[in-house]
Each structure stands twice: as structure tokens, then as C-alpha cells.
């Protein structure tokens, strides 16, 4: 058959048939057109697809909406609205569409530009878009917007009500929140399964119980009271407030619960500090068959961590390694909690090495567990294994880490802590804050201390507790008590508060502040809480009224920190007999001692020149108490061999102890070397000390006075050289009086004082008397410029301004009691001795060495304690 002369025409989407048989037929070509063929095909189809998008415009913006695309779809909105169709073309399911598109992808702008878009178009809004618009706004968190759209609706369902309750809860303004409940109860719109447990939860999240139970009689009220959520959310509501009684009625009322429901109850327990419940409970529910999750878990270990019971700990560990919750963060983060209350930080560093996941709150929790068994450095190479981790920090790490610097001393890395908290906004939550002002007052930099305080906008009573502390250790007590006076105006101080206060009265003697303290805890209730009876005897003692420590001893309960208070007193005041002879009573009565207790009863000894009793005491702890003495004991048996002059004796007694000696032990030999003026075994021992320690300014002193008392006025002068070149300075003269309930200050060579010209007055006429009476001695005699100086760098002689201000502005005969931070000079020594003989009134100076009670010319101490030109406050501070 013959072919024709031309191939039929064939459709595009006509299939070919099979023709295999025919080899003569060439293969059909590919279907070309011209170039300019082409583009006109292009723009054909361009125009038929314009002309379907301006045919169909909101079909085409759901579809780009189903399919994600955000950026055309806002194009596609903003043609519609430039288009002869005009904004109010456009369908609200088109809308809607994209509103939900924009919350999905959390695109605040496009949320911003389609809520413009319908402002322009609507005055007012569906249920339906105006629910949307809701959603995509508190989802972006702007609650001002979603209020203006709630604002805007024409009619509200209970989504609506409920989306804008939950924004604001989410937020944190609760009042308002529950403000809205109330209001959406009065327009007549019945709440729901969803609608309770938000408000429910505002109301633990207050807590605020009387508004809880208002929403409970609602439940039962609307029908809801057998809803498992609503139930479960009841159970939440009572535990948060503290109610767990009503809680656990909740919950034994249930006719079905599931697994949340136990675990809201077990956790209500936990919170409310009852472990012995949550654990009988989650036995309970072990017996019911209702498997445990890894909430349940954690809340059981918590009872551990609050028991303290790592045994039982270690249970529940074993228990969810066999149920598998041993892998669940969680869980792992809670036994890490556990295992650091109880001590055993080895076996939580052992299960954070072997966790595969870890999250923040992982490494928070290993961090807290070595700053919370003092190991602060490791809590710091930890907090450093996470920065290389790429973990990034929260709060309570930054404030955990703080902490780990501020009990090491550590500023340089404090200070980069600071930088970091600052660069990641973190500064800005009080718990980081009051950290930084723990590190700053602890690493002496109380300057950045008050500046962190005073940037804090709400401050809580922890802030102001630290900076008071902060300012009693940093020597600044007068104005910690300012600080309190200002605290008291705004809030009410809690027990830790008032131990800081006790502490600075204690330390600058200011007894009427003290006794003030002292009544507020009684008429508050806080008179037995905790440490703070403890901190009131201190405060007598310290202000010497030894009759009232006595008596308040006697009203209380006893525990081994009170009966060292007491030795304290006796230790001071050099009566070695009677603080061995409170030592008796003290284990007579069942009290057994501990480190602290020995420590004193060998300062006691050494003050008291009982070498035998205390070498007695140092080998007593360690073969009948099992104490194994640290380098202050060590430091305090140097002393003791000091003092009376077996210099070679403490020489050997350093160079034979199992324990490297430090700083201050060395200080407590080189002191003793200056009271009997050997130069060859001082110079040793000022040798050791400035290897490891170059830059503390007391043992420079020592050492100068050693000099000085051997008549090496050249080393002196030498010295005091070395220590301006290095920049070493030494705590300024100051002393403190209470005259009239309040305190008044005085630093040496201060000439600012409003009644300085009366002072200045006073003291001028005693030095006219003691010249006249011959009562200046040999020892008064001009010396070399250097050594004129020395009580003045040492003592200042702070007191004399004080006992003159004293007798000024009270009454002949009424007792004068000043405070010196400094130790007292032999010039100021003989003049308070004369004043209280021509006045003939009872002085009381007590100065960092101990107390002097002058009266008749003559004073307590007997002149031993008076040691010309003393530094030993590193010694002290051992």
C-alpha cells in the first residue's frame, strides 16, 4: 500500500499508536517554533494566568497560603487592595487564611501588615477573623494589638474570651486576666472545658486562694466538676496555694483519674515540703497499676532531695534505670539534685558524664552540686566545659557561677561573669543581681557592689540583706545600719537580715541599735528562728555587756554555737581559767565540741599564757574527738608557743606539721618574734609569707614594728618605701560611738566633724594636764620622723576624738563606750588613762585586739595587751 505524501496532523495529547513493524517510518521529530514564537506562547500564557488571578484573586491567595507562601501571599493581598476590585474584595477566609499563615511562621511584620490591611477595610470584625487576628497576636505576644481587635469585634464567643484570658496569663497579669473572667461571666458566655483549667491556673500562679475557690463553686456551677482537665487543674489550683488539705479532698473525690491526676497531687506534696505523703502516694499509685512518667519520677526523687535520704535515692534510681526513665533528662537532672543534697557529688559527676542528653538546666544542676559542696572551682571549670559545650546560660547558672567566684575570691573571672550577665540581659533578673553584689562585697569591691544595688529597679529583701552584709564585711557597719533604717521604710527585714544588722552592731558597738533589733524579733515572732538567738548574744557579748549574755545564755536553748559565743567572750578578755572551766560545762552537758570550739579554747590559752592546757586541747581533738585540725588551729598553737618566747619551739613545731603552712601561720610567728624582738627567725618568716602572699599590707606592718622595736629605723623607712611603690594601703583609724541611741563616727585626722572646734578644745586641755603632771614619760620622747609616724599609720588615734565627743553630749559620770577598728597605741593608751582619771568615769575602748576597761588611772588589761605599733590583723583575721 502506498504511503501518502503527507503525515496526518496529530494531536499533542494523542498517544502514538504502536507501530514496531514499520522501519521504513522515520522517527517522529521534535515539535520546534521559532524563537519569537516562543516568547509570544509565554506571554500568552502570562496573560491567561493574569487573567485567572484578577478572575479569581481570592482563590489564588488561599492557595498561596495553603502552599506556605508568605511573601506572595502579602504581595497578593497588596495588588488586591491597588486593584480596581479594591480592599473589600477581598474574602474573610482569604484573611483568615493568612493570618494563620503569619502566626504559623511567627511573622510579626506580615501580621502587622495584614492587621493594617484590615483596620483600612473593616470597621468592624467577624467572630471568626476577629478570633484569628486574636491568635496571631497573642501568639506574637502583643497584647496591646490583640486587645484593640478584641476591642473591635462585633460579637465574642468563648474562644475569643478564652484566647485573650490565656495571652494575659501567659504574660503574667493575672489580675487582669481574672479582671476578664469576671467580665466574660457578666456578658453571659458560658465557660469551658478549656476556660477553667486557664483560670485555675491564674489562680495558683498567684496563688491567690480566695479567688480559687470562687472559680471552684463556678465549676460545680457550670457542670464541669466531673471533667478530668478541669479536676486535675482544681488539684494544681490548692496545691500552689498551699492548700494541699482541700487538693487531696479533690482529689480523693475523683471517679476517674489518669496519670496527671497523680502526678498534680504528688507534686502539690513535694511543693508544700511533705515528702513522706508524695511518696506513700506514689506508692499508692504503683499499687493501682498506673505506670509512672518520667514527672512522676522526678517529683519521687525530690522527696529524696528534701528527706535527704540518699539511700532511698539511690532506689528510685535503680527503679527508673529498669523503667527506662533513666535516659529522660529530667529524671537524670533531678538524681543530679538529689545526689547533691546529700553529699555524694561523685555520683552525680558519674551520671552527668553518662547522660547522651544534656540541657541547660543539666549543667545548672552539676554547677550548683560542686558550688553547693564547696567545690568552687570545679563549679567554674564546669560553668567553662558548658560555654565550649555551646550551651547557652541561664540565670540561674550566671548567678550560680557568681556565687562560685565570690566564695573563691575570684574577680577577675567575677568581673567577666558581670560582662557576659550584661551582654545576654541576663543582669537583668534580681537573682543575678543580688549574686554580683555577694561576689563584689566578698572580693572587697564594695564600690561595684552598691553601684550593682542601686541599678536594681525592684529590690527585693535579699538585695538589701547583701549589701548590709556586704558593707559589715567590708568594715563599713555604720553605714550597713543606714542602709537597714532605709530597708525598714519599704520592707520587712527577714531573719538573715537581722543576723547581718546583729553583726554590724556587733562589730562597731552599737549596743542601743542592737537591743532595737533585738525587740523587733521579739515582737515579730523571730526571736528563736534559726541563728539569730545565736547573733544577739554575739551582740552583747561584743558590746560588752556580759551580764545580759549571761542571762540571755541561760533562757535559751544551747547548741554548740552558743556555748562558743560564750568562749569568745573569755577568750577576749584574756580569762583563760574561766573559758576552760564554760569547756566542762560545755560537755557536761551532752553539747560535744566541734573545729570552732578548739580554736577558741587555744586562743583562750594563748592569751591567757597556758602553754600546757592548750597543747592539751590540740591533742584532745584529734584522740578524743576525731577533729583533724586545719591551719588555723595549726596557726593558733604557733601563737601559743610564741607568746611566752619558745620561738624555736613553734620554729619546729611549723616545719614538722603534716599541712603546707600558709600566710597567716607564718604571721603568727613573725608576730611572736616582734613581741621578743628576734630579727633572724622574723626576717625567716617574713620571707615565707611574702612567696605566696606579696601584697597584703598587715604582715609589711609586722615586720615594720619588728624593726621599729629593735631600733632598725632604716628597714623601716625601707619598707614603708616598698609598700607606697606597690601601692599597698592600710585600713584608715576609725571609731564609733552610741551617744543617744544613734552613732557617730570618727576617722582619723578628720577635721570636718560639725563639733571638731570642741573636741579639738577638750583634747588640748587633758594634753595640758598631762604635761603638768609629768605624766608624758621617756617614752614620749621626739623620735626619727619615720617612727613619729607609726602610731599615727597604725592607730590614728580615732578614740580620742570619740571618748571627747562622748564627754561632751552626755551626762558627769555616765560611762563613755567607744569601738576602734584599729588596735590601740601606747600614747593613746596612757591618755585614756588619764582622761578616766581626771573625769572619773568608766571608759570602755574595745579594739581589734580585745577590750580595755579604763577607770581610776588605771585599765584592765593590766597595760599587756598595749603591744606599740601592732599590725596584727591578718593574724586576727585567721
Known amino acids: 500500500m502506498a504511503l501518502p505524501s503527507r503525515t496526518p496532523q496529530l494531536s499533542l495529547h494523542q498517544e502514538l499508536p504502536s507501530t514496531g513493524s514499520s522501519p521504513s517510518i522515520p522517527p517522529p521529530k521534535e515539535l520546534t517554533f521559532p524563537k519569537t514564537r516562543r516568547t509570544q506562547l509565554r506571554k500568552s500564557i502570562a496573560r491567561n494566568a493574569a487573567f485567572v488571578d484578577a478572575q479569581y484573586p481570592n482563590s489564588h491567595l488561599h492557595d498561596l497560603c495553603l502552599k506556605g507562601e508568605l511573601e506572595q501571599a502579602l504581595g497578593c493581598l497588596r495588588s488586591m487592595k491597588g486593584s480596581g476590585f479594591g480592599g473589600a474584595a477581598v474574602e474573610e477566609d482569604g484573611l483568615i487564611s493568612l493570618s494563620r499563615l503569619c502566626e504559623d511562621k511567627r511573622a510579626r511584620e506580615g501580621g502587622r501588615a495584614l492587621f493594617s490591611f484590615v483596620v483600612d477595610v473593616y470597621a468592624g470584625l467577624s467572630v471568626k477573623l476577629g478570633n484569628a487576628l486574636l491568635s496571631m497576636f497573642i501568639r506574637f505576644g502583643e497584647l496591646d494589638d490583640a486587645w484593640y481587635v478584641f476591642g473591635k469585634m462585633e460579637e465574642r464567643d468563648v474562644f475569643s474570651w478564652n484566647v485573650v484570658l490565656g495571652g494575659y496569663a501567659k504574660n503574667g497579669f493575672f489580675d487582669e486576666a481574672l479582671d476578664l473572667y469576671y467580665r466574660m461571666l457578666c456578658s453571659g458566655i458560658r465557660p469551658d472545658v478549656y476556660t477553667f483549667p486557664c483560670v485555675l491556673r491564674m489562680c495558683g500562679g498567684m496563688p491567690d486562694l480566695v479567688r480559687g475557690r470562687e472559680v471552684h463553686v463556678h465549676v460545680i456551677r457550670f457542670g464541669f466538676e466531673s471533667d478530668i482537665d478541669v479536676v486535675n487543674a482544681l488539684i494544681t489550683m490548692y496545691a500552689k496555694c498551699g492548700d494541699v488539705g482541700s487538693a487531696r479532698v479533690v482529689f480523693d473525690g475523683m471517679v476517674r483519674r489518669d496519670r496527671i491526676s497523680w502526678n498534680a497531687m504528688i507534686s502539690g506534696y513535694v511543693e508544700n515540703g511533705r515528702p513522706w505523703e508524695a511518696l506513700g502516694l506514689f506508692l499508692t499509685m504503683i499499687d493501682h497499676s498506673v505506670e509512672p512518667d518520667s514527672t512522676t519520677m522526678t517529683n519521687a526523687v525530690s522527696c529524696c532531695d528534701l528527706l535527704s535520704d540518699g539511700r532511698l535515692g539511690r532506689v528510685l534510681h535503680g527503679r527508673a534505670v529498669t523503667t527506662a526513665y533513666a535516659t529522660d533528662v529530667s529524671v537524670s537532672n533531678s538524681l543530679i539534685q538529689m545526689y547533691s543534697s546529700t553529699g555524694n557529688w561523685q555520683e552525680a559527676e558519674k551520671l552527668f558524664h553518662m547522660m547522651e542528653m544534656k540541657d541547660v538546666i543539666t549543667w545548672t544542676a552539676m554547677i550548683s552540686c560542686y558550688e553547693g559542696n564547696s567545690l568552687s572551682e570545679k563549679a567554674l571549670e564546669m560553668f567553662e566545659s558548658m560555654e565550649a559545650a555551646g550551651v547557652n546560660p541561664d540565670e540561674i547558672t550566671i548567678a550560680t557561677a557568681i556565687s562560685a567566684c565570690a566564695s573563691l575570691g575570684c574577680l577577675d573571672k567575677g568581673d567577666k561573669l558581670h560582662e557576659l550577665a550584661e551582654k545576654t540581659g541576663l543582669v537583668s533578673w534580681l537573682m543575678v543581681a543580688n549574686a554580683l553584689i555577694d561576689m563584689y562585697s566578698k572580693c572587697h569591691c564594695i564600690d561595684k557592689a552598691l553601684e550593682v544595688f542601686f541599678s536594681i529597679r525592684k529590690k527585693d529583701v535579699i538585695s538589701w540583706t547583701a549589701v548590709i552584709l556586704g558593707l559589715r564585711i567590708n568594715h563599713q557597719s555604720f553605714e550597713a545600719l543606714l542602709f537597714f533604717r532605709q530597708m525598714i521604710l519599704r520592707l520587712k527585714p527577714n531573719v538573715v537580715t537581722l543576723i547581718s544588722v546583729l553583726l554590724a552592731c556587733s562589730q562597731i558597738g552599737a549596743l542601743k541599735c542592737g537591743k532595737e533589733v533585738h525587740a523587733y524579733a521579739l515582737r515579730n515572732g523571730m526571736e528563736s528562728d534559726g541563728y539569730l538567738p545565736n547573733a544577739v548574744l554575739d551582740m552583747y557579748v561584743r558590746c560588752g555587756q556580759m551580764g545580759r549574755a549571761r542571762n540571755f545564755f541561760n533562757m535559751q536553748e544551747k547548741d554548740v554555737a552558743s556555748w562558743n559565743i560564750l568562749l569568745t567572750a573569755y577568750a577576749e578578755r584574756e580569762d583563760g581559767m ?259 582619771k581626771v573625769v572619773r568615769r568608766q571608759i570602755t575602748v574595745r579594739d581589734s585586739e580585745g577590750f580595755h576597761h579604763f577607770k581610776d588611772g588605771s585599765c584592765s588589761c593590766g597595760d599587756e595587751m598595749i603591744l606599740d605599733l601592732s599590725a596584727k590583723k591578718q593574724l586576727a583575721d585567721a
Open 578 to 836: 574561766l573559758a576552760v572551766e564554760i569547756y566542762h560545762k560545755m560537755v557536761k552537758s551532752g553539747v560535744y565540741p566541734d573545729k570552732v570550739t578548739f580554736l577558741l579554747l587555744l586562743c583562750a590559752c594563748s592569751r591567757s599564757g597556758m602553754v600546757d592546757e592548750g597543747l592539751k586541747f590540740f591533742k584532745s581533738m584529734q584522740n578524743d574527738y576525731s577533729i583533724e585540725p586545719n591551719l588555723k588551729h595549726y596557726a593558733s598553737v604557733v601563737d601559743l608557743l610564741g607568746r611566752t618566747g619558745r620561738l624555736l619551739d613553734a620554729l619546729d613545731f611549723i616545719q614538722k606539721m603534716p599541712l603546707t603552712p600558709d600566710p597567716a601561720i607564718w604571721g603568727a610567728l613573725l608576730n611572736a618574734c616582734r613581741i621578743h624582738r628576734n630579727i633572724e627567725i622574723g626576717e625567716f618568716a617574713a620571707r615565707q609569707i611574702f612567696e605566696t602572699d606579696p601584697r597584703s599590707s598587715g604582715y609589711y606592718m609586722l615586720l615594720c614594728n619588728l624593726y621599729a622595736d629593735s631600733g632598725r629605723w632604716d628597714e623601716v623607712a625601707r619598707l614603708r618605701k616598698l609598700m607606697r611603690e606597690m601601692g599597698l594601703s592600710i585600713d584608715i583609724g576609725c571609731s564609733w560611738i552610741e551617744v543617744k541611741g544613734k552613732i557617730h563616727a570618727f576617722l582619723a585626722g578628720d577635721d570636718h566633724h560639725p563639733h571638731i572646734t570642741e573636741i579639738t578644745s577638750v583634747l588640748r586641755g587633758f594634753y595640758h594636764k598631762m604635761r603638768a603632771e609629768g605624766y608624758l614619760g621617756s617614752d614620749d620622747r621626739q623620735r626619727d620622723e619615720v617612727e613619729s609616724s607609726k602610731s599615727e599609720i597604725l592607730c590614728g588615734h580615732s578614740e580620742r576624738l570619740a571618748v571627747a565627743f562622748g564627754l561632751i553630749n552626755t551626762t558627769p559620770g555616765m560611762p563613755i563606750w567607744v569601738t576602734k577598728n584599729l588596735y590601740m597605741c601606747q600614747s593613746c593608751h596612757k591618755t585614756m588613762k588619764f582622761i578616766s
